[in-house]
C-alpha cells in the first residue's frame, strides 16, 4: 500500500504507547524503518517507556504529520524489543543514515553492546493501519498487510 510507505518515509516521529502496573503511557520517539519489518528506536533505559517495554514488550503506536487536513496517519501494534550485537550494528548504521545528527550524541559500543543507557530498541508491527482521507475518505482506515512492508532478507 503507497500511501502506507509514504507516511512512513514522509514522518520522523512515531509516538510510542507502553503499559505497566502505573497504567498506560505514551512518548514521542525518532524511528527509521528496516527490513523486517521493524522500526528502531533508541531510549535512555530510565525513561518511563523503556522500562514499561522491557517488562512489557506488548506497544501501539502512531505515525502522522503535523497537518490535520487531510487526515493522514498510521497506527501500528506489535512487539518491541531491545538490540544488541549484530542486530544493533544493523538498526544503528539505518538510523544513522536516516539522523545524522545523532551521530557523537551517544556512546557508540555501549549502545550496540547493548550495556550503556541508551538503548536501541525495534517494534516489529503484527498489525498495521493507515488512514487517509484523501485515498479512503473520511474516518475510514485500512488493515496493511504485513507482506507490503520491507522484509528482511534473505
Given at each position: 500500500?503507497?500511501?502506507?510507505r509514504q507516511?512512513l518515509?514522509?514522518?520522523?516521529?512515531?509516538?510510542?504507547?507502553?503499559?505497566?502496573?502505573?497504567?498506560?503511557w505514551?512518548?514521542?520517539?525518532?524511528?527509521?524503518?528496516?527490513p523486517?519489518?521493524?522500526?528502531?528506536?533508541m531510549?535512555?533505559?530510565?525513561?518511563?517507556?523503556a522500562?514499561?517495554?522491557?517488562?512489557?514488550?506488548?506497544?501501539?503506536?502512531a505515525?502522522?504529520?503535523?497537518?490535520?487536513?487531510?487526515?493522514r496517519g498510521?497506527?501500528?501494534?506489535?512487539?518491541?524489543?531491545?538490540?544488541?550485537?549484530?542486530?544493533?550494528v544493523?538498526?544503528?548504521?539505518?538510523y544513522?543514515?536516516?539522523?545524522p545528527?545523532?551521530?557523537?550524541?551517544?556512546?557508540?559500543?555501549?549502545?550496540?553492546r547493548?550495556?550503556?543507557?541508551?538503548?536501541?530498541?525495534?517494534?516489529?508491527?503484527?498489525r498495521a493501519?493507515?488512514?487517509?482521507?484523501?485515498?479512503?475518505g473520511?474516518?475510514?482506515?485500512?488493515?496493511?498487510?504485513?507482506?507490503?512492508?520491507?522484509?528482511?532478507?534473505?
Amino acid at each position: 500500500m503507497d500511501v502506507f510507505r509514504q507516511l512512513l518515509e514522509e514522518n520522523r516521529v512515531m509516538t510510542l504507547a507502553t503499559c505497566s502496573a502505573d497504567g498506560p503511557w505514551a512518548a514521542p520517539v525518532l524511528y527509521a524503518l528496516q527490513p523486517g519489518p521493524e522500526l528502531v528506536f533508541m531510549s535512555r533505559l530510565s525513561t518511563r517507556h523503556a522500562r514499561d517495554l522491557l517488562a512489557c514488550p506488548r506497544v501501539a503506536a502512531a505515525i502522522h504529520p503535523d497537518q490535520t487536513r487531510p487526515l493522514r496517519g498510521v497506527q501500528l501494534e506489535g512487539i518491541a524489543r531491545p538490540l544488541a550485537g549484530r542486530e544493533a550494528v544493523r538498526a544503528i548504521r539505518v538510523y544513522l543514515q536516516r539522523f545524522p545528527s545523532a551521530r557523537g550524541r551517544f556512546p557508540l559500543w555501549p549502545a550496540i553492546r547493548g550495556t550503556g543507557q541508551i538503548r536501541l530498541f525495534a517494534l516489529r508491527p503484527e498489525r498495521a493501519y493507515v488512514l487517509s482521507e484523501e485515498d479512503f475518505g473520511w474516518g475510514v482506515r485500512r488493515q496493511v498487510p504485513l507482506d507490503a512492508l520491507p522484509q528482511a532478507p534473505p
